[in-house]
C-alpha cells in the first residue's frame, strides 16, 4: 500500500513538474484578440496548428523582443472551418461559396481572444558562430543540421548588384546566407541541380522562422520531437513476427488467440492485424515471416 502511494505521489509530481515546463515564461496577452496581433505583425500573418485546427499562433516583435500570441478555437471557429472542408469542389458555384466561407472563417478568427503571449528566451547564434559559417557550402550546413528554407536573389548595395541569398533554418531562428555567385552561376546551379554545391561568404540573422508559430518549438528554443505516427504500427508487426519466429521454432502458439489478444492491445491496428492473420492463414508461417523479414 505505501508504495503505490508512494507512486502515486511520484506521478503527481512529475505531472506537476511537465505542466510547470510547458506554462513557463509564459506571460499575459499582449494583445485582445488575434485581429490586434495580426495588426501589429510585420507579416500580417497567423499561423494555425494542427489538424483540425488546435490553436492559432501570431509572432510580432517589440523593443527589439520577439513574442508568439496564442488563441485557441472556439466551437463557432471549428463549425466555419469545417463548413470549408464540406463544400463541393465539383459544384459550379464552388468559388464564390469558397471564398464567402473563408472570408466568414477570417474575419471570425481576428476576434478569438488571445489566451496567452511568450518571449522568445531562445538565443540565435553569436557572431563567431555565424562566421564559422563562412566558407562552408549549403550542403555541408545542411549536414550540420541547418533546414534550406526559401532562396534567391536579393538587391545588393547598388541597383546593379544583384546578392544570392538561402535562407537556412536554426532551430527557431532564419538565417540569410548570402553565396559565393553571381547569378548566371546561380541559374547554372539549379538547372544542374548542384545547388548544394554554392560556398557561403556572409550570414546575417533574419528573424524568427516559420517554426515560431509552431508550439512544438518552445520560447526557450527547446522542441519536442514529433510522435512517430508509424510506431504503433511497427509494435504490432514485430510482436507478430516474433509470434511466427515461435510458431517456426515448433513451439505451439494459438495465432487466433494471438490475434485477438493483439487487436485488445492495440484496437486501432485491428485491420492491419486481421490483414496480417488472412496471410497467415493463405501462405503460411514461413512466408509470411519472409515478407516481415528486411532484406538484407
Request: hydrophobic share 40%.
Given at each position: 500500500?505505501?508504495?503505490?502511494?508512494?507512486?502515486?505521489l511520484?506521478?503527481?509530481?512529475?505531472?506537476?513538474?511537465?505542466?510547470?515546463?510547458?506554462?513557463?515564461g509564459r506571460?499575459?496577452?499582449?494583445?485582445?484578440?488575434?485581429g490586434?496581433a495580426?495588426?501589429?505583425?510585420?507579416?500580417?500573418?497567423?499561423?494555425?496548428?494542427?489538424?483540425?485546427?488546435?490553436?492559432?499562433?501570431?509572432?510580432?516583435?517589440?523593443d527589439?523582443?520577439?513574442y508568439?500570441?496564442?488563441?485557441y478555437?472556439?466551437?463557432?471557429?471549428?463549425?466555419l472551418?469545417?463548413?470549408i472542408?464540406?463544400?463541393?469542389?465539383?459544384?459550379?458555384?464552388?468559388?464564390?461559396?469558397?471564398?464567402?466561407?473563408?472570408?466568414?472563417?477570417?474575419?471570425?478568427?481576428k476576434?478569438?481572444?488571445?489566451?496567452?503571449?511568450e518571449?522568445?528566451t531562445?538565443?540565435?547564434?553569436?557572431?563567431e558562430?555565424?562566421?564559422?559559417m563562412h566558407?562552408?557550402?549549403?550542403?555541408?550546413?545542411?549536414?550540420?543540421?541547418?533546414?534550406?528554407?526559401?532562396?534567391?536573389?536579393?538587391?545588393?548595395?547598388?541597383?546593379?548588384?544583384v546578392?544570392?541569398?538561402?535562407?537556412?533554418?536554426?532551430?527557431?531562428?532564419?538565417?540569410?546566407?548570402e553565396?559565393?555567385?553571381?547569378f548566371?552561376?546561380?541559374?547554372?546551379?539549379?538547372e544542374?541541380?548542384?545547388c548544394?554545391?554554392l560556398?557561403v561568404?556572409?550570414?546575417k540573422?533574419k528573424?524568427?522562422?516559420e517554426?515560431?508559430?509552431?508550439?512544438?518549438f518552445?520560447a526557450?528554443?527547446?522542441?519536442?520531437e514529433?510522435?512517430?505516427?508509424?510506431?504503433?504500427?511497427?509494435?504490432?508487426?514485430?510482436?507478430?513476427?516474433?509470434?511466427l519466429e515461435?510458431?517456426?521454432?515448433?513451439?505451439?502458439?494459438?495465432?487466433?488467440?494471438f490475434?485477438a489478444?493483439l487487436?485488445?492491445?492495440?484496437?486501432?491496428?485491428?485491420?492491419?492485424?486481421?490483414?496480417y492473420?488472412?496471410l497467415?492463414?493463405s501462405i503460411?508461417?514461413?512466408?509470411?515471416?519472409?515478407m516481415l523479414?528486411?532484406a538484407?
Amino acid at each position: 500500500m505505501k508504495k503505490a502511494v508512494s507512486l502515486l505521489l511520484a506521478a503527481m509530481m512529475l505531472c506537476m513538474v511537465f505542466g510547470a515546463t510547458a506554462e513557463e515564461g509564459r506571460m499575459e496577452p499582449l494583445y485582445a484578440t488575434v485581429g490586434e496581433a495580426m495588426a501589429a505583425c510585420a507579416e500580417n500573418r497567423v499561423i494555425a496548428g494542427g489538424v483540425p485546427d488546435e490553436y492559432y499562433a501570431v509572432v510580432t516583435e517589440k523593443d527589439g523582443k520577439s513574442y508568439r500570441s496564442v488563441a485557441y478555437p472556439d466551437e463557432k471557429m471549428k463549425e466555419l472551418n469545417a463548413a470549408i472542408e464540406a463544400l463541393d469542389y465539383e459544384a459550379a458555384d464552388f468559388f464564390e461559396k469558397h471564398e464567402a466561407a473563408m472570408t466568414a472563417a477570417d474575419d471570425y478568427l481576428k476576434t478569438l481572444p488571445i489566451a496567452y503571449s511568450e518571449e522568445f528566451t531562445a538565443q540565435p547564434l553569436t557572431e563567431e558562430e555565424m562566421a564559422a559559417m563562412h566558407g562552408k557550402t549549403i550542403s555541408q550546413l545542411n549536414e550540420e543540421g541547418f533546414e534550406t528554407g526559401s532562396y534567391g536573389t536579393e538587391p545588393g548595395a547598388t541597383e546593379e548588384e544583384v546578392l544570392i541569398v538561402f535562407s537556412m533554418r536554426w532551430g527557431v531562428f532564419d538565417y540569410g546566407c548570402e553565396v559565393d555567385a553571381d547569378f548566371d552561376r546561380f541559374e547554372e546551379a539549379q538547372e544542374q541541380d548542384t545547388c548544394g554545391d554554392l560556398v557561403v561568404k556572409d550570414v546575417k540573422l533574419k528573424g524568427i522562422t516559420e517554426s515560431g508559430f509552431d508550439l512544438r518549438f518552445h520560447a526557450d528554443g527547446t522542441v519536442e520531437e514529433p510522435e512517430d505516427p508509424f510506431a504503433e504500427m511497427n509494435e504490432v508487426i514485430t510482436e507478430i513476427g516474433q509470434a511466427l519466429e515461435k510458431v517456426l521454432a515448433g513451439e505451439e502458439v494459438d495465432m487466433e488467440a494471438f490475434a485477438a489478444e493483439l487487436k485488445e492491445k492495440y484496437p486501432e491496428q485491428a485491420e492491419l492485424i486481421d490483414m496480417y492473420m488472412e496471410l497467415y492463414r493463405s501462405i503460411g508461417a514461413e512466408a509470411l515471416a519472409a515478407m516481415l523479414t528486411p532484406a538484407q
